[in-house]
Nanobody, 125 residues
Framework: QVQLVESGGGLVQAGGSLRLSCAAS????????MGWFRQAPGKEREFVAA????????RYATSVKGRFTISRDNAKNTVYLQMNSLKPEDTAVYYC??????????????????WGQGTQVTVSS
């Protein structure tokens, strides 16, 4: 099983930017598809972005497309989420997730079996 640790969250004004990182440790020699999800208070966890193992295929939620970019550096066992033009409705705890896969890309939380502890992102208006 891979262990995941998110970082980079914080408080930012609307229109600002943040870059989240997700560092993996443990069974990092296994190919993993990765995803970012978020959960706001009182709401279900929702898909944000996903990337395949090679990094040549990505998916985004409609609400973040054009503003967020997911990327990965497999040499560093790290996945990133660059978030630009942040809005108050982006406020949530952001989680990264992993699933062993050589080529797949997944948008459902039930497809993942490894999760980080989450990092808080707060966007003020």
């Amino acid at each position: 099983q891979v262990q995941l640790v998110e970082s980079g969250g914080g408080l930012v004004q609307a229109g600002g930017s943040l870059r989240l990182s997700c560092a993996a440790s443990g069974r990092t020699f296994t190919p993993y598809a990765m995803g970012w999800f978020r959960q706001a208070p009182g709401k279900e966890r929702e898909f944000v972005a996903a990337i395949n193992w090679v990094g040549d295929n990505t998916r985004y939620a409609t609400s973040v497309k054009g503003r967020f970019t997911i990327s990965r550096d497999n040499a560093k066992n790290t996945v990133y989420l660059q978030m630009n033009s942040l809005k108050p409705e982006d406020t949530a705890v952001y989680y990264c997730a992993a699933r062993a896969s050589t080529s797949g890309i997944y948008t459902q939380p039930t497809s993942y079996n490894g999760w980080g502890q989450g990092t808080q992102v707060t966007v003020s208006s």
